[in-house]
């Protein structure tokens, strides 16, 4: 609903003036800031000029818009003149008239919220604007309208046009000096921008400096690793092939003592070669140096070498080694030692966290038949959940009761991990303290590869 607040006719320059004039102390009745107000009325002084000057008259009517989610002072100035040629030019900023109607409704509407202009040869021109009120302005109500009306009729409709004049002036001079300010933070901010955007480029200069440093670093890492696991090789292969003649009496007899000092001997060396191994392992994979050579296989072969390498490590008559049936499992076609290889440690780690009870290795393939899960089961003193992820990691150990009797150094699953991404899989754990733990393994059922694509091309693959 709209409530008339004032209407003023357009019959002279001094009416153009007053309509201006009312336009600023209408809108400062209503709460509107001094530069809004100053929009505001330069707005109706640029419409009703248009109106005056090139209709010949014409009125303007002041209102207080009840009717949006937010009041505002809708402002209708209306004539019966022969209306503006060429208005979509106008309203798009590109007409330009000798008395500069173009440039005044092109600006009074940007001064606006709403601005709204009908227009037709002979019939005249309405412009309709409203500007909303500011958002801490509590509603206007009946009797905030009747002081507004009462304010208005109280100063009169006579004014000073000199005066009128000397506030536009001041006006002027006030936006002025908002656009200075605006220009020198505008000029601050762009000094700051820059001086940020000289901090970013030397960032990212330092960043890739220090990921050029991380890269040489990770490469000598990896050259060292396979080094000196070459290195150690050897030393390890001649004290195990020593303590093995010992063992075999081939130098003479040994008494109990010796006996089980070569053994321990034999034990050390096979386990730092096993650690030799990972580490090489570990450095030919970050070398990308590691070969894929996938080939035809049975599971249950697979499942009987590994039963056939594992059971000797059985140490104790309270833990059984199960392996479940293979008969409904696919052919498998992917690189059996590197598979071989991620089952062993899984087993080698059921071994060594296992006091009692059983360890159970089996696999089973998904509904589709491409992939298969083996996995790895046992009722060991388990992992909690939040180190899942921890093992997965280089050198990542858990703390547990049995750690100072198993020794490791934290790479055997890390290096399942990477082997089973080699494979076009993933490895994964489920445990709970005191329960025990499922390791699994999921990989394709069938490894793509170009060697077997060329196989296949040539019609000798293996169904």
Not at 73 to 94: H, K, M, Q
Not at 384 to 391: G, S, V
């Amino acid at each position: 609903m709209n409530t008339p607040l004032l209407r003023i006719r357009l019959e002279s320059a001094q009416d153009v003036a007053a309509a201006r004039r009312r336009a600023r102390e209408l809108a400062a009745g209503l709460g509107f800031s001094p530069l809004d107000q100053t929009r505001i009325a330069s707005a109706v002084s640029e419409i009703a000029r248009n109106a005056f000057e090139y209709a010949g008259g014409g009125g303007v009517t002041f209102a207080l818009d009840g009717e949006r989610p937010r009041q505002a002072l809708a402002i209708e100035v209306s004539d019966r003149g022969p209306g503006v040629r060429d208005l979509a030019a106008v309203l798009d900023g590109t007409y330009r008239s000798p008395g500069g109607m173009g440039l005044g409704i092109a600006g009074s509407r940007r001064l606006m919220d709403c601005f709204d202009i009908r227009s037709a040869a002979g019939e005249g021109t309405t412009v309709r604007m409203a500007r909303v009120l500011p958002g801490e302005r509590a509603r206007v109500q009946g009797a905030d309208i009747e002081r507004i009306v009462r304010e208005l009729s109280r100063r009169g409709a006579q004014h000073d046009s000199l005066e009128e004049l000397r506030q536009q002036n001041r006006e002027l001079l006030a936006a002025l000096d908002e656009l200075r300010e605006r220009q020198d933070e505008l000029a601050r901010l762009t000094q700051e921008l820059e001086a940020t955007n000289r901090g970013v480029v030397a960032l990212y200069a330092e960043l890739d400096e220090r990921a050029e440093e991380l890269r040489r670093a990770d490469m000598m890492k990896t050259r060292f690793l396979s080094n000196m696991s070459h290195e150690l090789r050897t030393p390890l292969s001649s004290i195990r092939a020593l303590a093995n003649l010992l063992l075999n009496r081939l130098d003479g007899d040994l008494s109990v003592e010796q006996e089980r000092q070569v053994r321990l001997i034999l034990s050390s060396a096979q386990t730092l070669g096993e650690t030799v191994n990972d580490l090489l392992d570990l450095a030919k994979i970050e070398a990308g140096k590691t070969e894929v050579v996938p080939a035809w296989f049975d599971s249950a072969d697979l499942f009987a070498a590994l039963r056939t390498m594992l059971t000797p490590l059985l140490d104790t008559p309270h833990v059984t080694l199960e392996f479940a049936s293979t008969a409904r499992l696919p052919r498998l076609y992917t690189d059996e030692p590197k598979l071989t290889q991620i089952l062993r440690n899984f087993v080698s780690n059921a071994l060594k966290y296992t006091e009692r009870g059983q360890i159970r290795v089996g696999a089973q393939c998904d509904a589709r038949g491409d992939r298969i899960t083996f996995f790895v089961a046992d009722t060991g003193i388990g992992i909690a959940p939040e180190h899942h992820q921890i093992i997965f990691e280089e050198f990542g150990q858990v703390q547990n009761r049995l750690q100072q009797r198993v020794k490791g150094t934290g790479l055997g699953l890390p290096l399942c991990r990477k082997l089973a991404a080699l494979l076009g899989g993933e490895v994964g754990v489920e445990s709970e303290l005191g329960v025990g733990s499922t390791f699994r393994l999921n990989v394709p059922v069938r490894l793509a590869s170009s060697v077997e694509d060329e196989r296949e091309t040539s019609g000798d693959a293996t169904p």
